[in-house]
């Protein structure tokens, strides 16, 4: 992560502690990630023909009433300084710091279509028996699965999708072979 984000990452992390409000800042900080990757929000904070106002703006109208108001304070004065670009990046490096402080994991989850909610909640509880931790995942579309999902916590991947299914298969049928 760059020093940038990881400024801004600990700042907010330390007014959500300061606060007492980790967990908010926490579901919050993942809802504006959510938004971030399903919507074109970056792209249109990254402009540098729309105008600063504009985006101060946009940013006021959908987070405004949703958000605690110390964060969307914080997302504003990066739009001031020239450092949205930082914003998602920030915001990922608080996520990760408030899972740390409060002991849970976090991981990705990789699937062909977007997981139900009770879908990740039995992945997570899966793997959170499993590692004996708690388990965090985000979820992520990856195109180039054919079915299932795979897993990826630290720096261990599970990998239950199709196609590692059929690479697992032609291993064994190429070993009874030979």
């Known amino acids: 992560m760059d020093p940038i984000s990881s400024r801004y990452g600990e700042a907010a992390f330390d007014l959500a502690k300061s606060a007492k409000q980790e967990k908010l800042w ?28 504009a985006k101060k703006e946009t940013v006021k109208k959908l987070f405004e009433k949703e958000l605690a108001k110390d964060l969307v304070t914080l997302m504003l004065l990066m739009l001031d300084k020239g450092r949205q670009r930082y914003i998602q990046p920030a915001l990922v490096d608080l996520v990760a710091r408030i899972n740390r ?9 990789y699937a062909v279509k ?20 708690q388990v965090s995942l985000r ?7 054919l079915a299932g999902w795979k897993v990826m916590i630290q720096d261990r991947i599970w990998d239950g999708s199709l196609q590692s299914n059929f690479e697992a298969l032609k291993r064994e049928a190429l070993k009874e072979g030979a």
Do not use: C, Y
């Not at 579901?27 to 959510?34: N, R």
């Not at 402080?101 to 989850?109: A, H, K, L, N, R």
């Open 114 to 133: 977007p997981l139900k909610e009770e879908e990740k909640t039995i992945l997570e509880k899966t793997f959170s028996e499993l590692l004996h931790k």
């Open 26 to 53: 926490l579901q919050q900080a993942k809802e504006v990630l959510s938004l971030f990757e399903s919507t074109g929000l970056d792209w249109f904070l990254n402009q540098v023909m729309i105008p600063l106002e």
């Open 101 to 109: 402080d409060q002991g849970i994991v976090e991981g990705i989850v």
């Open 139 to 145: 979820a992520r579309i990856d195109k180039n699965l």
